[in-house]
Nanobody, 123 residues
Framework: QVQLIESGGGLVQAGGSLRLSCAAS????????MGWFRQAPGKGREFVGY????????FYADSVKGRFTISRDDAKNTVYLQMNSLEPEDTAVYYCAASQVNYCVGLGCYDNWGQGTQVTVSS
């Protein structure tokens, strides 16, 4: 069974940085797409970006492109979301998710989710 555990959230000032981690277990993930999503208060869950495990292809939402970077560490079976130049609008609960659909951007193709980690950006 796939298990995803996020960590690294917290409170940061605007312009600051945070790195979120997603520790994955229960599968061999080399054919998975690992996505990051976020959900702000009162809003729906939105796509942030993904990394396709086997070839390291990444893709980002326009709202975070150039500020956020997704990477992976094979030895630790962990995916990272490096967030720079954070803005108050980035405040949300951030979720890691795994999909067996290659290069997946839609919520519906992710069937394994972490519990989420809170990121709060103060102005």
């Amino acid at each position: 069974q796939v298990q995803l555990i996020e960590s690294g959230g917290g409170l940061v000032q605007a312009g600051g940085s945070l790195r979120l981690s997603c520790a994955a277990s229960g599968r061999t993930f080399n054919k998975y797409t690992m996505g990051w999503f976020r959900q702000a208060p009162g809003k729906g869950r939105e796509f942030v970006g993904y990394i396709f495990w086997s070839d390291r292809t990444t893709f980002y939402a326009d709202s975070v492109k150039g500020r956020f970077t997704i990477s992976r560490d094979d030895a630790k079976n962990t995916v990272y979301l490096q967030m720079n130049s954070l803005e108050p609008e980035d405040t949300a609960v951030y979720y890691c998710a795994a999909s067996q659909v290659n290069y997946c951007v839609g919520l519906g193709c992710y069937d394994n989710w972490g519990q989420g980690t809170q990121v709060t950006v103060s102005s």
